[in-house]
């Protein structure tokens, strides 16, 4: 049966079949096969192979913590560093290892000096812990959070039009824009947006927590002052592992958040060098990129993208919601993450969405994130090489009558 479209998708007209599974592609996942697991935005997951690769790290970690930890790693963390940084487009100069985005914006947000009475611009359908880490630093230095909003149908062109109109030159410090937003899967329009900032001689910079592995990125091209993007998500590598991209006008401006053997060093060593820590995570990362490469990129983007749109479909017509008009774009065919709206009265606080989230992944065994955003609740479905239609078919099956019970 596997790869043939069964299940309610037969019933609704003009949903396109899912994508044929690529062969021996869940094998590589140690997900559970017993759950629908449609949530790899959130933390990833990583294949076995990886899983493997890193063990072997650990091992040769622990046969001489002296001689791994002191001969050779930087020089090995250097390699990885280089090689993830060609595919993403960036001068291995401008980049360094950071655990994650979160760890990330604070860095930047340290680092650009934000005084009293300046802004900081971000968008509606920004992260919710980047919201309260540019909240703190803007509090602390007397500064303003400027939320630039735009709802979820909004159009490229009144995404770029929101964010120029909330950028103030000579007042606004920083822009942060998302490639991929969290609450809404949205792609932006990134290199529009990073030209509007720098049109104005303002800094910007751009949050790629979902983008290595799921699009093309060129790093340089984009040419933010600081880019950042999450490996762990999907390009299959352990976590944490984020690379981060720094403008040279600002390196040395970069401020550690520990200081470290390396202080004296400069970036991006002061920024990696932590003391004693685990730093297999970014000497595996080369091997996500590799199994990536062997599936095919190009091959696994088509796949996810087709069936996370097959899920939006077969899940947003379960909920009534049937014309494309209805189901929010995500800007892009091969986005591998899809948001529905649900009915009104469900999930309009955080509380409500936690309680939902939970009854879906005991009752239905489905695991996907449901999300209050700016009061309206909505499931974000997504799609990797480990799932199948069926999972999305068992959840548009099961949760018409699990909301008919909580209404
Ligand atoms: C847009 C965005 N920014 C930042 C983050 C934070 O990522 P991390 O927890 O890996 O730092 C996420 C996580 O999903 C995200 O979606």
């Known amino acids: 049966m596997l790869g043939q479209s069964r299940g309610p998708s037969h019933k609704i007209a003009g949903v396109s079949p899912p994508p044929a599974p690529i062969p021996g592609a869940r094998l590589l996942f140690s997900v559970d096969q017993a759950i629908a697991y449609l949530n790899h935005g959130s933390f990833g997951a990583v294949p076995v192979p990886v899983q493997r690769a890193q063990q072997r790290l650990r091992d040769e970690m622990e046969t001489n913590p002296q001689r791994f930890f002191t001969a050779g790693l930087w020089e090995r963390i250097g390699h990885a560093r280089t090689h993830l940084s060609q595919f993403l487009g960036a001068d291995p100069e401008s980049t360094a290892f950071v655990p994650n985005v979160t760890a990330a914006i604070s860095i930047v947000l340290r680092s650009i000096g934000l005084t009293a009475g300046r802004e900081v611009v971000t968008t509606s359908h920004g992260y919710g812990s980047v919201d309260l880490a540019v909240d703190h630093m803007c509090e602390r230095a007397g500064a303003s959070h400027v939320k630039a909003v735009a709802p979820l149908s909004a159009t490229d062109d009144e995404i770029v ?76 590598a352990p976590r944490p592992t984020a690379i981060l991209s720094v403008a040279e006008k600002w390196r040395e401006r970069i401020e550690p958040p520990v200081i470290s053997w390396a202080n004296n060093d ?142």
């Open 266 to 407: 400069g970036y991006p060593a002061n920024l990696e060098m932590g003391g004693t820590l685990d730093y297999t995570p970014w000497l595996t990362a080369p091997t996500g990129l590799y199994v990536l490469r062997t599936l095919g990129i190009d091959r696994v983007r088509t796949h996810n993208g087709t069936l996370a749109a097959y899920g939006q479909r077969v899940v947003g017509a379960a909920l009534g919601l049937l014309s494309p008009s209805e189901l929010p774009n995500p800007g892009g065919i091969n986005a591998p993450m899809r948001v529905l709206p649900l009915p009104r009265q469900f999930a309009r606080t955080e509380a409500e969405a936690h309680t939902l989230r939970l009854r879906i992944a005991d009752e239905l065994r489905v695991v996907v994130p449901v999300i209050s955003w700016r009061g309206r609740g909505m499931l974000r479905l997504s799609a990797q090489v480990y799932n199948h239609a069926d999972e999305y078919d068992r959840l548009a099956t099961g949760l018409p009558r699990l909301l008919a019970e909580l209404n």
């Open 161 to 236: 039009a929101t964010v120029t109109a909330s950028i103030t030159p000579g007042r606004t410090q920083l822009v942060i824009v998302d490639h991929v937003t969290s609450a809404t899967a949205r792609v932006m329009p990134i290199a529009r947006l990073v030209a509007a900032a720098k049109a104005r001689d303002v800094p910007v910079m751009v949050d790629a927590a979902h983008a290595p592995g799921a699009h093309a990125v060129n790093v340089d091209a984009i040419g933010a002052d600081f880019w950042v993007g999450n490996l762990h998500k999907w390009l299959y």
